[in-house]
């Protein structure tokens, strides 16, 4: 992305906001760019934010990166998450440049647990779970697990990858409990939203909640304007771009679609979950079956199943405490 397309983005997006706006860099990989590109978005933030609006960075990385850079890229500003899927073994067989995995360990060490880990859970992570789960207590304070759900590229590998409904089922459980029973500060994500949100009634992870989607957008290198970062494989998803301003984007048909499918799943639900879950990512859907409007893969038993086991936790008042005080209630 040119300097002068990410101004654009930073421009536009904060002029259209009236509260709060947060910018997260992926890829590919972002810092395939050099340190003067992230400067210049931060005086871009400066320079645009006319409202006083609350602003946020953040870089998803593969962490192959020296420690003085991430150093560099902390002081100016910015959140850092690197993908790294637990044991060097599964990062190596998962990743394009796996076999870099000890490097991204020792990255991960020298970042003194100040950076977020994010892993995708594949068939090869099943059974796996507290293996992954002490190296992220050991190494951050912030994670999240992702269940492999294949889109673009990821598609050619489905069969290779994808948990059963049952596997991935077990391994949501077992992060849940994992999570439950630690003291430590760990956020795990998306667990710890998913408990929130029975407390809050409202979810905010984007897979699970219809609202939270609809409020973020995803470019490509040159402006181009999609429902999200993962959806700028499919022309149904486009937009417009960036120049034409947000007014005439937001509420565009395609960006209304991802409302009307959350109310045609929901008339259609038999699940009591289903305003927590809300059908699931329409990108995962759409990959999986060709149209956005009907379920993602994972959107049913293993999520519900899940949701159960805390619905049931919440009736214990000991529990219900512990779970007050993770969930940041409390």
Same mark, same amino acid.
């Given at each position: 992305? %040119? &300097?002068?397309?990410?101004?654009?983005?930073?421009?536009?997006?904060?002029?259209? @906001?009236?509260?709060?706006?947060? $910018?997260?860099?992926?890829?590919?990989?972002?810092?395939?760019?050099?340190?003067?590109?992230?400067? =210049?978005?931060?005086?871009?933030?400066?320079?645009?934010?006319? #409202? *006083?609006?609350?602003?946020?960075?953040?870089?998803?990385?593969?962490?192959?990166?020296?420690? /003085?850079?991430?150093?560099?890229?902390?002081?100016?500003?910015?959140?850092?998450?690197?993908?790294?899927?637990?044991?060097?073994?599964?990062?190596?067989?998962?990743?394009?440049?796996?076999?870099?995995?000890?490097?991204?360990? +020792? @990255?991960?060490?020298?970042?003194?647990?100040?950076?977020?880990?994010?892993?995708?859970?594949?068939?090869?992570?099943?059974?796996?779970? #507290?293996?992954?789960?002490?190296?992220? #207590?050991?190494?951050?304070?912030?994670?999240?697990? @992702?269940?492999?759900?294949?889109?673009?590229?990821?598609?050619?590998?489905?069969? =290779?990858?994808?948990?059963?409904?049952? +596997?991935?089922? %077990?391994?949501?459980?077992?992060?849940?409990?994992?999570?439950? /029973?630690? *003291? %430590?500060?760990?956020?795990?994500?998306?667990?710890?939203?998913?408990?929130?949100?029975?407390?809050?009634?409202?979810?905010?992870?984007?897979?699970?909640?219809?609202?939270?989607?609809?409020?973020?957008?995803? &470019?490509?290198?040159?402006?181009?304007?999609?429902?999200?970062?993962?959806?700028?494989?499919?022309?149904?998803?486009?937009?417009?771009?960036?120049? +034409?301003?947000?007014?005439?984007?937001?509420?565009?048909?395609?960006?209304?679609?991802?409302?009307?499918?959350?109310?045609?799943?929901?008339?259609?639900?038999? &699940?009591?979950? $289903?305003?927590? &879950?809300?059908?699931?990512?329409?990108?995962?859907?759409?990959?999986?079956?060709?149209?956005?409007?009907?379920?993602?893969?994972?959107?049913? /038993?293993?999520?519900?199943?899940?949701?159960? /086991?805390?619905?049931?936790?919440?009736? *214990?008042?000991?529990?219900?405490?512990?779970?007050?005080?993770?969930?940041?209630?409390?």
């Amino acid at each position: 992305m %040119s &300097s002068e397309t990410a101004d654009m983005l930073i421009k536009e997006f904060m002029r259209y @906001n009236d509260n709060f706006a947060h $910018f997260t860099w992926i890829g590919g990989e972002p810092l395939i760019r050099e340190d003067s590109f992230f400067q =210049e978005i931060m005086d871009s933030s400066k320079k645009h934010n006319i #409202k *006083n609006l609350r602003v946020s960075h953040s870089i998803q990385t593969n962490g192959l990166y020296s420690p /003085e850079r991430f150093d560099t890229l902390k002081k100016m500003g910015f959140k850092i998450g690197i993908s790294y899927d637990g044991t060097p073994d599964l990062q190596a067989s998962h990743r394009v440049g796996g076999k870099n995995a000890e490097k991204i360990i +020792e @990255n991960i060490y020298q970042t003194k647990r100040n950076a977020g880990i994010i892993s995708v859970l594949t068939k090869k992570s099943v059974g796996r779970e #507290k293996e992954i789960y002490d190296f992220f #207590k050991e190494n951050t304070t912030f994670a999240r697990v @992702n269940l492999f759900a294949p889109t673009g590229k990821g598609l050619a590998h489905e069969k =290779e990858l994808i948990p059963s409904i049952e +596997e991935a089922k %077990s391994m949501l459980l077992n992060f849940y409990s994992l999570w439950r /029973e630690d *003291n %430590s500060p760990l956020e795990l994500r998306p667990h710890r939203e998913i408990v929130r949100s029975f407390f809050t009634g409202f979810p905010v992870n984007c897979e699970y909640s219809a609202v939270s989607c609809y409020k973020i957008f995803g &470019s490509d290198s040159k402006g181009d304007i999609y429902t999200c970062s993962r959806s700028i494989h499919i022309p149904e998803m486009k937009l417009g771009h960036i120049s +034409e301003g947000l007014d005439k984007l937001v509420d565009s048909k395609p960006h209304q679609k991802i409302l009307e499918r959350y109310l045609y799943l929901k008339e259609k639900s038999n &699940s009591p979950y $289903f305003h927590i &879950s809300c059908g699931g990512c329409p990108v995962e859907a759409y990959s999986h079956t060709g149209d956005m409007m009907n379920l993602a893969f994972f959107s049913g /038993e293993p999520r519900d199943a899940l949701f159960r /086991e805390i619905e049931k936790d919440l009736k *214990n008042d000991a529990k219900r405490k512990k779970l007050e005080r993770k969930a940041g209630i409390i």
